[in-house]
């Protein structure tokens, strides 16, 4: 059987986003690895088997936006609490509040400007 387990998302400042990450969703380092060619922290939330990857190349490259790997999704109960939550941590809001029936969306791009959906299903 094979199951989605994890995503990896390239950055420029690794201490950095792991304190974002750490600070807006609760993620905690769960191993880190370094070789010659890169570093990387594998985070997770508590009680999910999911992995978020933060990895950082060791050659110098600019990364940022241009290599995200698309909107980093996260579902709450709290939509307001969650979007100042991640606000306070670093994140900015890209626009305002969407509603659509049955659902609340939060838009925030992280400090490194990757897109982050928080969704709250009504």
Known sequence: M?????????????????????????????????NADMEEILLRQEGSDFLFCLLRPRDGKPVGAAAAIGTIGFVTDDLGASTDRAIAAGATRTQPVIDLPGTKVALLADPEGNEIELVQFT
């Open 2 to 34: 094979t199951r989605f387990n994890f995503v990896k998302l390239v950055v420029d400042d690794l201490d950095g986003m792991h304190a974002f990450y750490a600070a807006a969703a609760g993620f905690v380092e769960q191993a880190r690895f370094e």
